[in-house]
């Protein structure tokens, strides 16, 4: 195995507390903690944000060797060579724009149903279907799930969707449940357009999905842009969450 081409550290002094901490020849790294960084910042409010204060905490060379290993080696070693969290290195990658597990969707076979089988399709997500963004940290997912009880129903939209179905955790004497499940944003997308025209009850959840899919690959598109969910995307998660809300 080739060694890494990370440069040797070096020790510097804590700029806050004095503290002596290993560092790289960098000019970038002056504090030794999140704690210092925040500390010797808290008469600036406008540094006062976490994105501004994490960047001090990753120096250049770090993310040099970042940006040229992260595809090629595994994960595990990375964080072995820069003495860092699986979590901190991903939160990294992510934020530079790395993906390591990138694997395409399939199709789904849409195009060969006929208006009759779409607007059939339309129905059974009206009744069926759960449209929804899932949140995590911050990032939103769109996502379609149809459940059903009815084997037949589900194998066609195994086949219309090309998605595997999965059984879904029944109690008791209930029949068996399966769910199909879309979950990527090119075939959402693709699905809950040309259902649309056909939608009723969840017409309204569909086209926030919709909106949220455009406004969120224009925003990434653009230089520079955080992953963060910000206001306008945080106010459709929420619309999206009223409307599937249970109950009254
Ligand atoms: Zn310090």
């Known amino acids: 195995m080739?060694?890494?081409?990370l440069p040797s550290k070096t020790i510097t002094t804590c700029k806050q507390c004095g503290?002596?901490?290993?560092?790289?020849?960098?000019?970038?790294?002056k504090y030794c903690s999140l704690k210092c960084v925040n500390k010797a910042f808290s008469s600036y409010p406008q540094y006062k944000h976490l994105w501004r204060l994490r960047k001090d905490l990753w120096e250049k060379e770090e993310i040099d060797f970042l940006m040229s290993n992260y595809l090629k080696k595994p994960t595990e070693q990375i964080c072995s060579y820069l003495?860092?969290?699986?979590?901190?290195?991903?939160?990294?990658a992510s934020e530079l724009g790395l993906r390591k597990y990138y694997k395409p969707k399939q199709e789904t076979r849409l195009e060969t149903l006929s208006v009759a089988d779409l607007a059939y399709l339309a129905g059974i997500i009206d009744g069926e279907a759960m449209v929804s963004l899932h949140c995590s940290k911050n990032?939103?997912?769109?996502?379609?799930v149809i459940t059903n009880t009815n084997r037949q129903l589900i194998e066609w939209l195994e086949y219309v969707l090309n998605r595997k179905a999965y059984k879904k955790p029944s109690s008791g004497k209930r029949r068996d449940c399966w769910a199909v499940a879309i979950c990527d944003f090119k075939n959402v997308k693709a699905l809950l357009r040309s259902i649309l025209p056909y939608l009723r009850a969840k017409r309204k959840q569909a086209e926030l999905v919709l909106e949220y899919c455009q406004y969120r690959e224009l925003k990434l598109k653009k230089p520079g842009s955080k992953g963060f969910l910000d206001k306008y995307e945080q106010e459709i998660v929420r619309n999206i969450r009223v409307l599937n809300r249970r109950g009254i």
């Open 2 to 5: 080739k060694s890494p081409q």
């Open 19 to 29: 503290k002596k901490f290993e560092s790289y020849h960098s000019k970038n790294r």
């Open 83 to 92: 003495n860092r969290t699986r979590d901190s290195v991903y939160w990294k």
């Open 139 to 144: 990032f939103a997912h769109p996502r379609v």
